[in-house]
C-alpha cells in the first residue's frame, strides 16, 4: 500500500491513526489508495502489537432469560463506546466449577477483565483468587 501512494509504511500508519503529523496532500493520496484497495485495519494485529486485546468476558448464566441477556446487551453497547468487545461464556449451571470453566475459557480468548451476572447466593469465594480479588 506504501508503495502503492509512493510513501513510507509509517506515512501510512499515520494516515490511518488520524495523525496530524500528515500534509493534506499526501493524506489525500494514501486515502484513495486505501479506498482503492479496500483496506481494512487488522485489529487483532494492533491490539497484539500494544499488548492488549480489547476483550471484556462476560460470565452469566440462562443467557435466554430476559434479564441476563439485556444486560449483556448493555454492557456490550458500554464497551463498544470504551473502545472494546465483549465476549460471552454461560454458565449452564451456576456453581463455582462452571464459572471456573468460563473464566479459563474467556482467558484463553485474552480477555483484560471479567463481569460477572450470576445470583447473588452463588458462593464466589473459593474463585477469588481466579478473578484476582484479596481481602
Not at 464459572?99 to 458462593?123: K, Q, S, T
Not at 473459593?126 to 478473578?131: G, V
Request: with cysteine; aromatic share 6%.
Amino acid at each position: 500500500m506504501a508503495d502503492l501512494a509512493g510513501v513510507s509504511h509509517q506515512t501510512v500508519s499515520r494516515v490511518i491513526n488520524a495523525s496530524p503529523l500528515v500534509a493534506d496532500r499526501t493524506r489525500t493520496r494514501v486515502l484513495k489508495v486505501i479506498a482503492r484497495l479496500n483496506y481494512r485495519p487488522n485489529k487483532v494485529a494492533r491490539n497484539l502489537a500494544a499488548g492488549r486485546s480489547a476483550l471484556i468476558g462476560v460470565i452469566t448464566f440462562a443467557v435466554e432469560s430476559y434479564g441476563p441477556s439485556h444486560l449483556i446487551i448493555s454492557i456490550s453497547e458500554g464497551a463498544r463506546k470504551l473502545g472494546y468487545h465483549v465476549v460471552v461464556a454461560s454458565a449452564e449451571y451456576p456453581s463455582p466449577e462452571e464459572v471456573r470453566r468460563c473464566a479459563n475459557e474467556l482467558r484463553e480468548h485474552g480477555v483484560e477483565g471479567f463481569i460477572l451476572i450470576l445470583p447473588a447466593a452463588l458462593n464466589l469465594r473459593p474463585l477469588e483468587s481466579i478473578f484476582g480479588i484479596r481481602r
